[in-house]
């Protein structure tokens, strides 16, 4: 399906971005993995996506609160591959503090990553989609891109922006071919969800059940994790030529969240 295009991913050296990466590698896209970590496990993630699916990937360690380095990363994506035509802005961090005791840089630094990395590379990705007549933008927002959550006002604000960002692009771009869309995921499991839950058991005195049931899925219906790989095959579905026609659409993945 994706056999002779290129994806860029941010914020895929682990979790969703990484599954989405191998998801898109399974269907034949050159990768370029963006993120944080350590030098060896990038590479041997990096090394697996060649490996295990007989395409080509790179590793750009662009930092996403520098505008510079995401359009070089976008720039050397071109000179390496040919084109960036699948374009998904995972990278994301959250820190959780009431409004009035929110440090500055906290927040300074959650708006930059969350949100204004994925102007900056939209920015430099759409002139060449524009030219060749395609292109596909996936933003990973949030279930918080629709509702909020108290003490988590800069991680809310960068995920509702992020959505008007979508809209706005999907609306520039809707005759040439490019769409824009988001995916806002409700609770995923990922290594980041699983390493919280022996401090909240102790904390609130519960078992893991108890945790994941009344603490982390608190919000969610189906009281289940979303998984990576069902976040991973909407992005696949929204990259393909079937999805043509969504364009500035938020979807939920959720197990109900956004419901009530």
Known sequence: ML??????ITGS??????????AMAGEGANIVINGFGSVSDIEKERAAL????KVKAIYSPADMTKPAEIADMIKTAEQTFGSVDVLVNNAGIQHVAPVEEFP???WDMILAINLMSAFHTIRAAVPGMKARKWGRII????????VASPFKSAYVTAKHGLTGLTKTVALELATFGITANCISPGYVWTPLVEKQIPDQMKTRNMTEEQVKRDVLLAAQPTKQFVTIEQVASLALYLASDAAANITGANLSIDGGWTAQ
């Open 50 to 53: 060649e490996k295990d699916f």
């Open 13 to 22: 050296t682990s979790g969703i971005g990484l599954g989405v990466a191998r």
């Open 104 to 106: 500055i840089e906290k």
């Open 139 to 146: 933003n990973t927002a949030s279930a918080h891109s629709l």
């Open 3 to 8: 056999k002779g295009k290129t994806a860029v």
